[in-house]
């Protein structure tokens, strides 16, 4: 896989998990280093970590889906990234950071933020093992990747950034449907 389309992938991935962090970020009313790193890690950790889990499930069913795995790796990414653009269309409630269970960076929230931005990188993964791509680079690039816009996601909410949060998470789901397009079309030999 060139290196330009997995860190066009990483990016579009790690785009709900930045606007997610913009919003926990908002909560804050200065900007805690600790936590900003601890959500990095955590999202950062569970991108890399549900490809590979659709990885290793879709290397099970290869040989099923050989004649048709460029439509179910299309329907995959295009699912995905309509979700995530019908998701920033949603109203969403801002939640401040008062009770210890309610604040994004309570370990437990954490985990369900991490588990409910990386659900998109199941599939993604589940994609890869469907056109034979190798699942090493792409999980270290999109971790990395989560890591960072994790944190600068986190910093600009500190510094009352709302405005491109829901946009982000929109556009991320653009960029998954374009490179689902740019697989089905390279199978078909449209381009």
Same mark, same amino acid.
């Given at each position: ?9 990483a990016?579009?991935?790690s785009?709900d998990?930045f606007? *997610? ?7 804050m009313?200065? !900007?805690? &280093?600790?936590?900003? !790193?601890?959500m990095?890690? +955590?999202?950062? /950790?569970f ?6 889990? =659709? ?13 048709f795995d ?5 329907g ?10 019908y998701?920033s269309?949603?109203?969403?409630e801002? #939640?401040?950071? /008062?009770g #210890?269970?309610?604040?994004? +960076?309570?370990t437990?929230?954490?985990? *369900? ?7 998109d990188?199941?599939? &993604?993964?589940?994609? +890869?093992?469907f056109?034979? &791509?190798?699942i090493?680079?792409?999980? !270290?690039?999109? =971790?990395?990747?989560?890591f960072i816009?994790s944190l600068?996601?986190?910093?600009? /909410?500190s510094? /009352?950034?709302?405005f491109?949060?829901y946009?982000?998470? $929109? $556009?991320g789901? &653009?960029?998954l449907? !374009?490179?689902g397009?740019?697989?089905? +079309?390279?199978?078909?030999? *449209?381009?």
């Amino acid at each position: 896989m060139p290196v330009t389309e997995m860190f066009l992938i990483a990016l579009a991935l790690s785009l709900d998990a930045f606007a *997610v962090a913009i919003a926990s970020g908002a909560t804050m009313k200065r !900007l805690d &280093v600790p936590n900003a !790193l601890k959500m990095g890690l +955590f999202f950062g /950790g569970f991108q890399a970590l549900m490809p590979v889990l =659709g990885w290793l499930a879709g290397r099970g069913m290869t040989d099923y889906i050989e004649r048709f795995d460029h439509w179910l790796a299309f329907g995959l990414l295009a699912a995905v990234g309509g979700k995530m653009i019908y998701e920033s269309l949603k109203i969403k409630e801002e #939640e401040e950071c /008062g009770g #210890e269970k309610s604040c994004p +960076f309570h370990t437990w929230t954490l985990t *369900v933020l991490a588990v409910a931005t990386s659900i998109d990188a199941l599939a &993604v993964g589940l994609t +890869f093992s469907f056109i034979k &791509v190798s699942i090493a680079a792409p999980v !270290l690039v999109i =971790g990395a990747v989560t890591f960072i816009m994790s944190l600068a996601g986190v910093r600009l /909410g500190s510094a /009352g950034g709302h405005f491109f949060e829901y946009r982000m998470e $929109a $556009a991320g789901g &653009v960029l998954l449907i !374009l490179i689902g397009l740019k697989i089905l +079309f390279s199978h078909l030999g *449209v381009f």
